[in-house]
C-alpha cells in the first residue's frame, strides 16, 4: 500500500522492476524515445533521474506490462475487483453473502478523507517552466502531461462526492500558450468535465480545475477507470491504494495532498486556443483545434516529486496494459449492462477505439430453416450505444453456437465471420455518426460513420489461403497479397478523391468478374502497400481500421441497395491514405541514434537488450 509514487519506485527497484538512469536525459524527444524502446522490449520501469532543465526526477513504463501493473497492486487487487464486481452483480451478494461481507467494509473505508492544510503536496509552490517539459514526438505542439489526473466538481452541487476524475491530455507549452500563465486541456463536452464546464457556463461563472500529477499509482488508474454508476473516481482510488484519497481545499480549489503536482485554475466559457498537435494512440497525430484553456492560478509540488509520465503512438504502447488491466478489473461489466453478449474486446492493434470484436446469443429465430443474425443486431446496436464502445467504427459480431469463440484470437475470429456472412444480408451500416475525436478519416470532427459485420449458423464458404486468379494481372491493380485467409491487399492507384475511388473500384469489380465468381475471398484491401498489409496481422489490423471510414471507403463487387440496404458478393476496402488523414507518427532518426549511447555497454540500460 503506497502513500506516494516514491515509496512504489522504491519498491520496483528493490523487486527488480526498475533502472535508474543516471545520465543527463534531454526532455525533447529523448526520453520518449528512450521509453519506447524499453517498453518495446519488454522491459522494466524507468527513472529519469537527471532532466535537461528540471530539477525534478520523471519516471515512466510504471503499467508497461500487465504483471508489473499487477504487482503494484497486489495487496489491494482481489478487494477491489469484488466491489467493483458485486457493484456490477448486486445479486451475488444475496448468494454468497459471506464471500462478500467483506467488500461492503472495503469501499466505506476508501471514502475520500478531508485532511488539514500544509500537508505534503504544499512544500513548495513552483512555475510550469520548472517541471520536466516532455517532448513526444517531432511535429507535437509543444510539451503535454500524459497522466494528468483533471479534477472538477459539479458547479450545481459541489463536493468531492460530485467530483469527476478524468484523464484529459494538457498541453503546457507551445503555440499561443503564454508559459507559467495558462495551459490547453483536451476534452469533449460530453465528459464529465464537459458537462461540468456547461453547467458553470450556464451559470456565468469560470470552472475552478484542478490537475493532479502522480500520486499513489492507484490515482492514475482511477482517472481512466470506468467505474459503476455510484462508484467515484476517488472512492475507486482509496480502494484500491489501500488508503483514502486525502484532499483539503486551497483558495477554493481541491487538492489532492498525496499528489505530486498540483496544478490549479480556472476555464472561462470564452477562453479557448489552438491546442495540438499531439502524437496520439491511433498512431498518428491528432490534429490542431481549439480546446479549452486553463488560467493557471498556482503549481505546487512535493518534498522529492516524481514527475510520471507516459508515451502513446501506433499501438501496442504502455496504455495496452492500462486496457488490460481495467479489463481484468471490469471485464464482467459488459455482460450485466448488456443482456446477451458474452465478451466484447477493443483490437489493441487497430487502436482500440475504432475496431470491436464481440460474442453474442442468437435466439430469435430458433425454428426459421435459415438462420439469420438478429438478435445479435439489437446486441451490436447496445454495443454501439455504450460508453467508449460507441466510438468504434467497425464492429464484428458473431453468435457462439456450436463451437466457443474466443475474440483475443483475431484471425480465428474474423475466419469465423467471414465464413458465415452473408455479404447480401449481413452488413449495416450507419452513417453521419460519432466517431473518436483523434480519428481523421471522418467527414468532420466527430463525424464519421460505422458498420457491423454480423455472422451466425452453418459456414457458407471456404476461404482462399492463396491469393485467387482473380486478382492477378489486373491493369492498375498489382502485387496481390495474402493477408489472412479470406483477405488479400491489392495496391492501386494513389487515392485522389472519392469521386475517383468509385471509378478505380468499378473497374477492379468488373476486371474480377470477367473471370468469374470469387467466394472464397469476402474481403479486399485496397492500399498502397499491400506488402506491408501481409508481413503481419498487426500491420493489417492498423492500417485497415484507422484508415477508412466504412460508408465512403467500403466497396463491392456485383454491390447493390435493396430497400435501402447495401449488400455485395465480395467487399473491397479502401484503405489508401486520403489526403484529409492525420500525418502518421515517425521517429527522429537522428534522436533514434542519439540515444544509442544509453543502451552502450557500461551505460545505465546496459542490461535492456534492443534490436
Known amino acids: ?150 479534477y472538477s466538481e459539479d458547479p450545481e452541487k459541489p463536493g468531492i462526492m460530485n467530483a469527476n476524475l478524468g484523464m484529459y491530455r494538457v498541453q503546457l507549452t507551445g503555440n499561443e500558450y503564454e508559459l507559467n500563465k495558462d495551459v490547453g486541456v483536451h476534452y469533449q463536452i460530453h465528459r464529465g468535465i464537459g458537462v461540468h464546464q456547461h ?34 473516481e476517488m472512492t475507486f482510488a482509496g480502494m484500491l491504494a489501500g488508503r483514502r484519497f486525502n484532499y483539503t481545499y486551497e483558495d477554493g480549489y481541491c487538492i489532492s495532498t498525496d499528489a505530486d503536482f498540483v496544478i490549479t485554475g480556472e476555464i472561462h466559457p470564452e477562453d479557448t486556443k489552438p491546442e495540438g498537435p499531439f502524437g496520439d494512440h491511433l498512431g498518428y497525430y491528432s490534429l490542431v483545434h481549439d480546446f479549452p484553456t486553463l488560467r493557471v492560478h498556482k503549481v505546487y509540488a512535493r518534498e522529492n516529486a516524481l514527475w510520471p509520465f507516459t508515451v502513446v503512438g501506433r499501438p501496442p504502447q504502455e496504455d495496452t496494459a492500462f486496457g488490460a488491466l ?34 453474442g446469443s442468437e435466439r430469435y429465430t430458433p425454428y426459421q430453416k ?56 449481413d452488413i449495416h451500416f450507419q452513417t453521419n455518426t460519432t466517431i473518436d475525436t483523434l480519428d481523421y478519416t471522418g467527414t468532420g470532427l466527430n ?30 491493380f498489382k502485387n496481390p497479397r495474402l493477408v489472412m485467409p479470406g483477405v488479400v491487399a491489392i495496391e492501386g492507384p494513389a487515392f485522389t478523391n472519392h469521386e475517383n475511388a468509385q471509378k478505380e473500384t468499378d473497374a477492379l469489380s468488373a476486371a474480377i468478374l470477367e473471370k468469374g465468381e470469387m467466394p472464397s475471398c469476402p474481403l479486399i484491401i485496397l492500399s498502397d502497400d499491400s506488402t506491408f498489409l501481409s508481413e503481419k496481422l498487426s500491420n493489417f489490423l492498423w492500417a485497415a481500421f484507422t484508415r477508412s471510414n466504412p460508408s465512403h471507403d467500403i466497396y463491392g463487387v456485383n454491390s447493390f441497395y435493396e430497400h435501402k440496404h447495401w449488400g455485395c458478393d465480395n467487399m473491397i476496402m479502401d484503405i489508401r491514405r486520403k489526403p484529409h488523414h492525420a500525418p502518421p507518427l515517425i521517429p527522429d532518426q537522428t534522436v533514434e541514434k542519439n540515444i544509442e549511447r544509453f543502451f552502450a555497454k557500461g551505460a545505465s540500460l546496459e542490461s535492456v537488450k534492443i534490436d
Open 1 to 150: 500500500m503506497y502513500r506516494n509514487l516514491e515509496e512504489c519506485v522504491l519498491d520496483l527497484e528493490k523487486n527488480g522492476h526498475l533502472i535508474r538512469i543516471k545520465e543527463e536525459v534531454d526532455p525533447y524527444l529523448e526520453m520518449a524515445a528512450i521509453h519506447l524502446k524499453v517498453f518495446e522490449a519488454g522491459g522494466p520501469a524507468l527513472l529519469f533521474e537527471n532532466v535537461k532543465g528540471s530539477k525534478f526526477p520523471a519516471v515512466s513504463n510504471l503499467f508497461g506490462t500487465l504483471e508489473r501493473s499487477k504487482f503494484i497492486f497486489r495487496d489491494t487487487w482481489e478487494s477491489t475487483q469484488s466491489v467493483i464486481g458485486l457493484r456490477n452483480d448486486p445479486i451475488q451478494a444475496i448468494k454468497n453473502p459471506f464471500k462478500h461481507v467483506s467488500t461492503g467494509f472495503s469501499a466505506t473505508k476508501a471514502l475520500p478523507v478531508k485532511k488539514s492544510k500544509n500537508l505534503p503536496v504544499g512544500a513548495q509552490e513552483i512555475n510550469i517552466s520548472d517541471l520536466p517539459l516532455i517532448h513526444h514526438w517531432p511535429d507535437d505542439g509543444g510539451a503535454f502531461v500524459t497522466l494528468p489526473q483533471v
Open 199 to 232: 453547467k458553470a457556463n450556464k451559470l456565468g461563472k469560470p470552472l475552478k480545475v484542478s490537475i493532479f500529477i502522480g500520486g499513489p499509482p492507484a490515482h492514475t488508474l482511477a482517472a481512466v477507470m470506468p467505474l459503476p454508476e455510484g462508484l467515484s
Open 370 to 425: 435459415v438462420k439469420q443474425p438478429m438478435e445479435l443486431l439489437t446486441i451490436a446496436n447496445r454495443i454501439l450505444g455504450t460508453g467508449q464502445l460507441s466510438l468504434a467504427k467497425y464492429l464484428f459480431i458473431a453468435a457462439e453456437e456450436d463451437k466457443p469463440l474466443d475474440t483475443h484470437k483475431e484471425v480465428d475470429f474474423i475466419t469465423y465471420i467471414l465464413e458465415r456472412m452473408d455479404l447480401k444480408r
Open 326 to 359: 481495467i479489463h481484468e478489473l471490469t471485464g464482467s461489466a459488459i455482460k450485466t449492462e448488456i443482456p446477451g453478449v458474452k465478451e466484447v474486446h477493443a483490437v489493441d492493434e487497430a487502436g482500440v477505439h475504432p475496431l470491436l470484436f464481440a460474442i
Open 447 to 476: 463525424i464519421g460513420s460505422k458498420v457491423i459485420f454480423a455472422a451466425c449458423g452453418d459456414k457458407k464458404r471456404d476461404l482462399c489461403t492463396e491469393v485467387p486468379e482473380n486478382l492477378k494481372g489486373i491493369r492498375e
